[in-house]
């Protein structure tokens, strides 16, 4: 659906689209700060798979 372009409806969303990323990646970065990095590497296996293999 193409909105006309002279509306401010892309143009908020585009300003909303900004500002959410802008917020997140500060909000990550104080996160980051606050509690240092992960303790565990990141990858695509869950802590919960490696807990269940050491204990076999």
Excluded at 14 to 25: D, E
Excluded at 34 to 42: C, E, Q
């Amino acid at each position: 659906m193409a909105e006309p372009s002279t509306d401010g409806f892309g143009l908020m969303r585009k300003q909303l689209v900004a500002w959410t990323m802008l917020t997140s990646a500060l909000l990550a970065v104080a996160v980051w700060t606050v509690l240092g990095p992960p303790d565990h590497p990141a990858g695509p296996h869950l802590p919960s798979r490696d807990l269940t293999a050491s204990v076999r």
